[in-house]
């Protein structure tokens, strides 16, 4: 499995990404850790006129906590967020999803933005974005905007990104006082797409519960604070409601069940770790 | 800003295993075929092709990294360690090769080339890892011959020389 034949352009500003992207569209795929374009490109299931690579662009690379955000450039890769010294204390629920997300050998390169732009509806970091009421900042040649997680995330693979935009950064609250934060996938194999990932957030007032990998897109439900036979029945209306499919990996029933079970102890481990 | 045309072989510099060096690549060339086809650095292995077997593993700048999942142009101007920069010279075998020597670590040494790239890395930085922490490390390789516990074995008894090597000094 080769590539098939592209340009390649090497942006080393802004402007140029927007330039390119505002020339070719869609027909531009931008570059940044590789992980999900490069198969994708090998497999052939896209075929761009060029790949511009975006990690020698200047300003993409930092993490910076922002008021009450933190932000995440374009160019942060997942193992950069993973040895952030202030991860627990800012995003705990990150600290807990992303040795999740792929392999030390994948994190190493895949960055944060990428996993987000690409929207694989069984992936952790975009799962994480919409459980923390997280934005994505997108740019082009036409100006800036911030679109919500919940708004951002479309379906299988699909976002609401225009084909000439680029996303800057993404921007995630960070950890609330008092609230505790939990997460959980299974799969078959550690490093494997998940099969149902979980994440819980228990604040002050109510109870957030998000899943991936059950339907096109990650899937969130807020709950009263409620625990027992109440949330088991809130968290069975929940799966139900959840647009679940078969597919060789599992049955939809089993990932229902699986959000019941899996789901209700992501909460209860976030209630726990509440401070 | 650099467009590199689809069509054209484009000159690519690198430091190879400490030495700088030089090919021509085509913008979809990825870096396992222009390691083991324009460098001649056959160490590296290609299993997959997507980025799930780790056979190709490789060190750019310092990180892991698929080579399969790497342009070749996307190492221009970098540092790329393979294995063929493992060992400390010829005919000698680097305390990690050793180990797997010893544990009988591998059988058809397919998949052995990104392990002992990923192991090396990991054991730089760790030489006092747990068995569980290694095979969590281990799971982004595949190897169908050996089941792991060989590898395994290796892993710890090669951090266990090193550890050893370290107090001496």
């Known amino acids: 499995m080769k590539p098939p034949r592209f340009d390649f352009v090497r942006a080393t500003s802004l402007a140029d990404v927007h330039a390119v992207l505002a020339e070719l569209g869609a027909n531009a795929r931008l570059l940044a850790g590789g992980q999900t374009l490069m198969p994708m490109l090998s497999m052939r299931l896209v075929r761009p006129t060029a790949v511009v690579d975006i990690m020698h662009v200047p300003g993409l690379d930092g993490i910076a906590i922002k008021g009450n955000d933190v932000r995440i450039g374009a160019g942060v890769r997942q193992a950069d967020l993973l040895a952030w010294p202030h991860l627990a204390a800012s995003l705990p629920l990150l600290q807990a999803?992303?040795?999740?997300?792929?392999?030390?050998?994948?994190?190493?390169?895949?960055?944060?933005?990428?996993?987000?732009?690409?929207?694989?509806?069984?992936?952790?970091?975009?799962?994480?974005l919409l459980a923390l009421d997280g934005t994505v900042g997108l740019s082009s040649s036409r100006g800036r905007r911030h679109v919500p997680a919940s708004e951002f995330l479309v379906g299988m693979m699909s976002t609401a990104r225009a084909d000439d935009e680029l996303i800057e950064a993404i921007h995630i609250p960070k950890r609330q006082p008092g609230a505790g934060y939990a997460f959980n996938e299974f799969g078959r194999r550690h490093g494997d797409f998940a099969i149902?990932?979980?994440?819980?957030?228990?604040?002050?007032?109510?109870?957030?519960?998000?899943?991936?990998?059950?339907?096109?897109?990650?899937?969130?439900?807020?709950?009263?604070?409620?625990?027992?036979?109440?949330?088991?029945?809130?968290?069975?209306?929940?799966?139900?409601?959840?647009?679940?499919?078969?597919?060789?990996?599992?049955?939809?029933?089993?990932?229902?069940?699986?959000?019941?079970?899996?789901?209700?102890a992501t909460i209860e481990e976030a209630r726990r770790c509440r401070g | 800003?650099?467009?590199?045309?689809?069509?054209?072989?484009?000159?690519?510099?690198?430091?190879?295993?400490?030495?700088?060096?030089?090919?021509?690549?085509?913008?979809?060339?990825?870096?396992?075929?222009?390691?083991?086809?324009?460098?001649g650095a056959t160490g590296t292995h290609v299993?997959?092709?997507?980025?799930?077997?780790?056979?190709?593993?490789?060190?750019?700048?310092?990180?892991?990294?698929?080579?399969?999942?790497?342009?070749a142009l996307q190492v221009d101007g970098a540092t790329v360690r393979t294995v063929e920069g493992l060992a400390p010279g010829p005919g000698r075998l680097s305390v990690l090769q050793e180990?797997?020597?010893?544990?009988?670590?591998?059988?058809?040494?397919?998949?052995?080339?990104?392990?002992?790239?990923?192991?090396?890395?990991?054991?730089?930085?760790?030489?006092?890892?747990?068995?569980?922490?290694?095979?969590?490390?281990?799971?982004?390789?595949?190897?169908?011959?050996?089941?792991?516990?060989p590898i395994v074995a290796a892993a710890l008894d090669a951090a266990k020389v090193l550890r050893e090597t370290k107090a001496d000094a």
């Open chain 2, 47 to 71: 299993g997959c092709e997507h980025g799930v077997c780790g056979a190709c593993t490789v060190e750019i700048d310092g990180m892991l990294a698929r080579a399969c999942l790497t342009l």
């Open chain 2, 99 to 149: 180990a797997f020597r010893r544990h009988h670590a591998l059988q058809c040494g397919f998949c052995t080339a990104g392990i002992l790239m990923s192991l090396d890395h990991y054991l730089r930085r760790n030489t006092n890892p747990s068995e569980a922490e290694l095979r969590e490390f281990l799971g982004g390789h595949l190897c169908r011959c050996t089941g792991y516990v």
């Open chain 1, 196 to 264: 149902v990932a979980c994440a819980a957030v228990v604040a002050a007032t109510s109870i957030r519960l998000a899943v991936g990998g059950v339907a096109d897109r990650p899937e969130r439900r807020d709950f009263p604070l409620i625990e027992g036979k109440p949330l088991a029945e809130a968290i069975d209306a929940f799966s139900w409601a959840l647009d679940a499919r078969d597919d060789l990996h599992a049955t939809a029933r089993y990932r229902r069940e699986l959000v019941r079970q899996m789901g209700h």
């Open chain 1, 97 to 128: 999803a992303l040795p999740w997300v792929g392999h030390a050998q994948t994190r190493s390169r895949g960055t944060v933005c990428g996993s987000i732009a690409h929207a694989d509806p069984s992936a952790e970091l975009p799962l994480c």
């Open chain 2, 1 to 39: 800003m650099p467009r590199l045309s689809a069509d054209t072989s484009h000159m690519v510099r690198l430091t190879l295993n400490g030495q700088t060096v030089e090919a021509a690549a085509e913008p979809r060339m990825l870096l396992t075929d222009f390691l083991r086809h324009a460098l």
